[in-house]
């Protein structure tokens, strides 16, 4: 007898839910005859440990935080996006705020930056401020050592060109042109096998990526890589260790000289793009290498190895910005933390997985999109910080602590009438090696840090600077 394609899909699917894989249903690509990919609908699913409101949780006994450091930003210049790093030298670190010009719908780009002084004086400051002062996407200012000499610049895609700032005065030290629209965000990397991520990456909102040598050499350029949208920032990774990276660009992974190396199957691709990407596991070649990636618009998270095969993959809400580490050691493995987007007010999931994607716990709070995870008392587990709320959460349905935003007196103008939305970052700020907690707001406003004196030290240290291509997503 003679099988179709169709029907040689549905007996895989039988064959995979004979083998018992327990709460897991099995979705394939029945025209192409994908191999069945362990799926879970978590819109369907119950949680092993807690479910509850972050509101509901008690404040009392719960220590509060206060703030190290809180900077007024200027009232100017200020944006909703920031960025952290030792701008002079000096071993203190500054805080990098940025604008964002919008002509259109969905095309952005970085108008102007001033920097403060952890004491909140400015340091200096660039460009045009009379943009807008909000963001709901990436804004393409970094904070990067383009230039290898142990000096950090601030790097901006501006409107049709991108600027080397130098960190210390914010003189413009160089500039070279790049496409109109192509200012979505601004990412390095290594792709030209140097010894060290002196590449620029530059993108449309969801078309085309450029990759450029710093000096301003345009290398390749991809238009809707593998056929489908971008992501909203490129995710450099060295796959095949041989000294260049690879781009995850979406739904599609480029080598170094923008060919394709390999992407997703159709069938869990319609529609949307990849939102968050994240190199959950290190490996030594690329089939042990794991990576978490979200869709938006697809309402899926899928875990893949370096070579685009989908080991596992949840379902059934839209998943955004995903974090993981060690939040409980009574559960085997990691935990992986992903807030819900596009959800009403009050009512913004986050949820707790372990390893396999098994829907563990869920913090409903007032707004999820901002989180972060951080070892914050010493114990070597992570706690979540979620944004909104201000608040550290653990894996067992408790708040461990709860953090005092105070605002400078002047600080909300004109511009900042409505509720502000908190976001969050992780800087080594005080200079003890422990990441800590830089809370800022969109519309900007101000600036909160918090010392970690008690967490772990980070295994491989940036000097007093943020992950070298800083992302909402």
């Not at 990636?293 to 899926?300: A, F």
């Not at 935990?335 to 994607?357: M, N, R, T």
């Not at 992570?382 to 461990?400: E, M, N, P, V, Y």
Request: proline content about 5%.
């Amino acid at each position: 007898m003679r099988l179709t394609r169709r029907r040689l899909a549905e007996i895989t699917v039988a064959v995979v839910l004979m083998a018992g894989l327990g709460p897991f249903s099995s979705q394939v690509a029945a025209l192409d005859a994908e191999p069945a990919i362990p799926t879970r609908d978590l819109a369907r699913a119950t949680p092993s440990r807690f479910d509850v409101h972050v509101n509901d949780l008690p404040d009392e006994g719960v220590p509060v935080v206060h703030p190290w450091k809180t900077i007024k930003l200027d009232p100017a210049y200020r944006g909703g996006w920031v960025v952290v790093g030792d701008l002079t030298g000096d071993g203190v670190a500054e805080i990098v705020s940025a604008r964002n010009g919008v002509p259109a719908r969905d095309v952005h780009y970085t108008s102007s930056v001033v920097a403060h002084r952890l004491d909140g004086s400015v340091l200096w400051n660039w460009g045009d401020p009379s943009a807008r002062n909000a963001i709901t996407h990436d804004v393409a200012c970094q904070i990067h050592d383009l230039g290898g000499d142990g000096r950090n610049e601030v790097v901006v895609a501006a409107d049709r060109r991108v600027v080397v700032l130098d960190g210390a005065t914010g003189r413009e030290l160089r500039h070279f042109e790049i496409p109109e629209n192509a200012s979505d965000c601004i990412t390095f990397s290594n792709v030209s096998g140097g010894d060290r991520a002196t590449d620029v990456l530059v993108k449309t909102r969801y078309g085309q990526i450029w990759a450029y040598h710093a000096d301003g050499k345009l290398l390749w350029t991809v238009e809707k890589p593998g056929g489908y949208r971008t992501s909203h920032q490129p995710f450099p990774i060295d796959l095949d260790g041989d000294g260049r990276d690879e781009i995850i660009a979406g739904f599609a992974a480029l080598n170094h000289d923008g060919s394709l190396r390999w992407r997703l199957p159709d069938a869990i691709c319609r529609g949307g793009h990849a939102d968050a990407i994240r190199l959950f596991r290190d490996g030594d070649r690329p089939e042990a290498k794991r990576l978490l990636l979200t869709h938006c618009g697809g309402n899926r998270m899928d875990l893949l190895d370096g070579n685009g095969r989908v080991l596992w993959s949840v379902t059934g809400l839209h998943f955004e910005s995903v974090f993981f580490g060690e939040l409980d050691k009574e559960l085997p493995g990691r935990e992986i933390v992903v807030d819900i987007a596009h959800q009403p007010w009050g009512k913004s999931p986050l949820l707790v997985l372990d390893e396999g994607g098994s829907l563990v716990g869920r913090y409903m709070t007032m707004r999820s999109r901002q989180h972060r995870l951080v070892d914050w008392l010493g114990t070597g587990e992570d706690l979540i910080f979620c944004g909104q709320t201000r608040a550290l959460l653990d894996a067992k349905g408790q708040k461990r602590a709860r953090f005092e935003t105070p605002m400078p007196d002047g600080a909300l103008g004109e511009d900042n009438t409505g509720t502000l939305r908190y976001m969050i970052h992780l800087a080594d700020v005080t200079g003890n090696g422990r990441p800590d907690l830089v809370v800022s707001t969109v519309p900007g406003t101000a600036v909160w840090i918090y010392g970690n004196e008690n967490g772990a030290k980070c295994l491989s240290r940036q000097r007093l600077t943020m992950p070298t291509n800083a992302t909402l997503y």
